[in-house]
T-cell receptor
């Protein structure tokens, strides 16, 4: 159980275009989903926290107009990289969380999406 | 959010036991300790989670001393396929804050034949 999928797994696009990445929790409902980006040989960097039915909370330094996040249902969150540029090329990973306040709980991660902007 | 400190890298050989220690001096009362494994170009995979004492599952053990300021992930009899980056994280959800994990640099484990 606790499977999270991402689509697409890799995408190549031209500079200036927008790219949408989907994150789905397949066998559980996720009250909260998270989006990370990871550069080669580096650790994961949290970009934003996405709660179903409300606006995402972005980490400091992450442009909310650049990285649009929508969490339309308890099993789907999307990240849209708008007007992508080569510096946006990275590995984007989502995670999904379903837990109860006050107890230990776990985030389950998707397999990641490799974005290459030409 | 509690900050974690881990060794940058470790080397081992097939069949050996590997212990990776993580320091988290500022761990809060409600924080749990979670370890993830990540292979190149893949999302992190949950390994084990604990609050205190010892937790064991089919792949690893997690040792947490009474003061909870550190934890040790133990991988028994590693194989080449255990070569990966291992992340130690602490955190928990609270009623008035969002639950988020802040990744440190992780430990790159290299298992040699």
């Amino acid at each position: 159980g606790a499977v999270v999928s991402q689509h697409p797994s890799r995408v190549i696009c031209k500079s200036g275009t927008s790219v949408k990445i989907e994150c789905r929790s397949l066998d559980f409902q996720a009250t909260t989903m998270f989006w990370y980006r990871q550069f080669p040989k580096k650790s994961l960097m949290l970009m934003a926290t996405s709660n179903e039915g409300s606006k995402a909370t972005y980490e400091q330094g992450v442009e909310k107009d650049k990285f649009l996040i929508n969490h339309a249902s308890l099993t789907l969150s999307t990240l849209t990289v708008t007007s992508a540029h080569p510096e946006d090329s990275s590995f984007y990973i989502c995670s999904a969380y379903a837990g109860t306040s006050g107890r230990g709980s776990t985030q389950y991660f998707g397999p990641g999406t490799r974005l290459t902007v030409l | 959010l509690a900050k974690t400190t881990q060794p940058i890298s470790m080397d081992s050989y097939e069949g050996q036991e590997v212990n990776i220690t993580c320091s988290h001096n500022n761990i809060a009362t409600n924080d749990y300790i979670t370890w993830y494994q990540q292979f190149p170009s893949q999302g992190p995979r949950f390994i084990i989670q604990g609050y205190k004492t010892k937790v064991t599952n089919e792949v690893a053990s997690l040792f947490i001393p009474a003061d909870r300021k550190s934890s040790t992930l133990s991988l028994p009899r590693v194989s080449l396929s255990d070569t990966a980056v291992y992340y130690c994280l602490v955190g928990d959800i609270a009623m008035d804050s969002s639950y988020k994990l802040i990744f440190g640099s992780g430990t790159r484990l290299l298992v040699r034949p």
